[in-house]
């Protein structure tokens, strides 16, 4: 069945960078929404990042904008987080996530299928 892994975390000093991947297996995700959400202990999950992958449109959190870039690669099922100028507060569990809306938005709730998560720290 279909089924997303994520990969590329771990300790990076601030100021780093740091390149996540999203491997989707079982189906293609060609024509799905893909986003990037995180979650710190104590903390609520919280959108990132996403990408139409039919239509090419990304949408990024203003805590993240300028410093990470989202992209896709269809012929490989694939999606990508690039984070750089890596802060302290990017310090979480990195989830990958599909939607079969076209128009997803930043809603957790739209997101049908969620990887396992990576985890990124960022220390000094």
């Known amino acids: 069945q279909a089924q997303l892994v994520e990969s590329g975390g771990g300790l990076v000093q601030t100021g780093g960078s740091l390149r996540l991947s999203c491997a989707a297996s079982g189906r293609t995700f060609s024509s799905y929404t893909m986003g990037w959400f995180r979650q710190s202990p104590g903390k609520e999950r919280e959108f990132v990042t996403a990408?139409?992958?039919?239509?090419?449109?990304?949408y990024y959190a203003d805590s993240v904008k300028g410093r990470f870039t989202i992209s896709r690669d269809n012929a490989k099922n694939t999606v990508y987080l690039q984070m750089n100028s890596l802060k302290s507060e990017d310090t979480a569990v990195y989830y990958c996530?599909?939607?079969?809306?076209?128009?997803?938005?930043?809603?957790?709730?739209?997101?049908?299928?969620w990887g396992q998560g990576t985890q990124v720290t960022v220390s000094s």
């Open positions: 990408i139409a992958w039919n239509g090419g449109s990304t």
């Open positions: 996530a599909a939607s079969p809306f076209v128009v997803a938005g930043r809603a957790p709730q739209s997101y049908n299928y």
